[in-house]
């Protein structure tokens, strides 16, 4: 299970919607299962198919997070026209194990959670909105 404020999980939506018809992306930052914070990130390849973050942002976001005893526990992006699922793509670079990882679909409305063992299994995740 992930928990995730309420407006955190808002702030996903809107990012999301703001962002088409481009790929939204970012990370949760929290301890352990509970989300405590959201850090916006740029999706470099401005595609609708994948993203990438900005290496000097992600190096950024870590700082942040460390800066208030957390960790990042989760990347979330968006799939603009395609179900909240994890795509082939979305697996191959699913390399972190202890990293959750969340997809909002624009068409469906829809936010799901995954994780991702090191087999390359997925598994959904509860979400509970608090």
């Known amino acids: 299970m992930i928990k995730i404020p309420e407006n955190i999980f808002s702030e996903i939506i809107e990012h999301s919607k703001n962002d088409y018809p481009i790929e939204a992306c970012g990370y949760l930052v929290g301890n352990d299962d509970t989300v405590i914070d ?3 990130m740029t999706n470099v390849d401005k595609s609708n ?5 900005d290496p ?3 190096f950024q976001a870590l700082k942040y997070a460390r800066s208030k005893g957390a960790n990042l526990i989760a990347v979330y992006h968006s799939h603009p026209n395609t179900p909240a699922r994890m795509s082939q793509e979305d697996i191959k670079f ?3 194990t202890t990293m959750k990882y969340l997809i909002y679909s ?3 409305g829809k936010l799901k959670c995954f994780s991702v063992d090191k087999e390359k299994k997925v598994t959904e995740v509860e ?3 608090i």
């Open 94 to 96: 699913a390399n972190d």
């Open 49 to 53: 198919e994948h993203f990438t973050f």
């Open 127 to 129: 979400i509970a909105v």
């Open 56 to 58: 000097k942002e992600q």
């Open 106 to 108: 624009v068409s469906e």
């Open 38 to 40: 959201i850090i916006r």
